[in-house]
């Protein structure tokens, strides 16, 4: 079983994300977080807005 968790990366209003993904990646790994995917979410003029990143690691049972 697994548990997981959802984290958002907003974008600036050039589309550029606020934070740094690799860094947030790499802090999650720390803690014991697998990326699981990445969903872009785009704005009706079809710039990116935000980022979901969903993470997984394994139920402490």
């Known amino acids: 079983m697994y548990t997981y968790k959802v984290v958002t990366i907003k974008s600036s209003w050039k589309g550029e994300p606020k934070e740094?993904?690799?860094q947030v990646i790499n802090e999650h790994a720390a803690q014991g977080w697998?990326?699981?995917?990445?969903i872009p979410f785009s704005s009706t003029t079809g710039g990116t807005t935000d980022l979901k990143l969903?993470?997984?690691?394994?139920a402490k049972l």
């Open 54 to 58: 969903i993470f997984e690691k394994e």
């Open 34 to 38: 697998r990326l699981h995917s990445i």
């Open 20 to 22: 740094d993904e690799e």
